[in-house]
């Protein structure tokens, strides 16, 4: 293609030339009009020519640049296929290799209608407080870790499965020691909002009633064991988002359950709780120990508390 684009400009000087000393002659009537008009139309085909023959090289070019595939994305590459050699058409079923965007990385999640519902109520009653549209989101790995870096919500959706009765979010993390990769699953912890007036229960201090109602006993101001029911609203990794039935300066019995009874005198030791198993990690060396008639460890009730879901 490019020796014939070289062939063809190489007839367009003596086409040119040819023209233009026919115009100068047409002037002095040396020539007739159809040698001049015949000198114009060879000078036309040659550049008409030149426009062809570049017009083949720039095809050829195309079809030499379709030989290398190259991927429209950057990421990581899976295994490949096919095998060198192997004969590859246009349109064909089987891919050659796939290409994955790692960072950042996008997670979707599922969310029930029914959090949707609760969600809208308690901002419309003044119990949850909104946190806006930049919504932080956090993820609990299967092997129980939370990662260390946190997303953002990229979009909810505008409509709800019926066959499960969920919605879809999307959440953007970014992703750069290639940790998370697709297919892994994953728990997010959506920042919903700031649950105002309320706090944060130890799952481990808290147990049910005959009635089914969330209980637990807490050493008051006073020192004195008293069994609460709490009102639970919903879970926040180990913990549960309690709106009443605990208050500031009351202390949840988190250890020591059996030896506390409603009524009786404790000294509370205070502990820590790992947000990420749920156990006591450290105590404090120098309260003293609870008495017989109460709970040997109590753990601080927290406010507020970030209301979230995890999914």
């Known amino acids: 293609a490019v020796a014939t684009q070289q062939k063809a400009e190489a007839a367009v000087p003596t086409a040119q030339a040819k023209f233009d000393r026919y115009a100068g002659l047409l002037k002095q009537n040396v020539v007739s009009k159809q040698d ?5 139309a060879t000078l036309a085909q040659a550049q008409a020519d030149v426009a062809a023959a570049k017009a083949s090289v720039e095809t050829a070019k195309i079809s030499l640049n379709r030989t290398s595939i190259t991927a429209p ?12 050699g192997a004969l590859v058409t246009a349109n064909q079923e089987t891919v050659l290799t796939t290409i ?26 003044g119990r949850l407080k909104f946190s806006g549209t930049n919504v932080s989101v956090k993820l609990k790995l299967d092997n129980g870790t939370i990662y260390a870096q946190n997303g953002k919500m ?19 993390f970014p992703n750069p020691d290639r940790l998370l990769l697709p297919g ?25 009633d005959p009635k089914g109602q969330a209980t637990a006993m807490v050493v008051n101001a006073q020192g004195k064991v008293e069994q609460r029911v709490l009102s639970v609203r919903n879970s926040v990794g180990n913990n549960w988002l309690v709106d009443s039935g605990v208050g500031d300066g009351d202390r949840v019995i988190v250890e020591g359950l059996q030896l506390a009874r409603d009524g009786g005198d404790a000294t509370a030791v205070e502990v820590t709780i790992d947000e990420t198993t749920g156990e006591i990690k450290d105590r404090e060396q120098n309260s003293a120990s609870a008495t017989a008639a109460g709970g040997n460890a109590a753990g ?10 995890g999914n």
């Open 154 to 172: 990229e979009f909810t959706g505008a409509n709800v499965d019926q066959s499960t009765g969920t919605f879809a979010l999307r959440a953007q």
């Open 184 to 208: 892994m699953y994953v728990r997010a912890i959506v920042e919903e909002g700031v649950a105002q007036n309320s706090f944060l229960v130890p799952q481990r201090g808290v147990t049910r």
């Open 36 to 40: 001049y008009d015949d000198a114009a």
């Open 300 to 309: 601080a009730a927290k406010q507020p508390a970030s209301g979230a879901t």
């Open 73 to 84: 994305i950057a990421g990581r590459i899976d295994k490949s296929t096919l095998t060198p």
């Open 100 to 125: 994955r965007s790692l960072d950042p990385i996008n997670v979707d999640v599922t969310q029930s209608s029914t959090n949707l519902l609760n969600l809208r109520q308690a901002i419309n009653e």
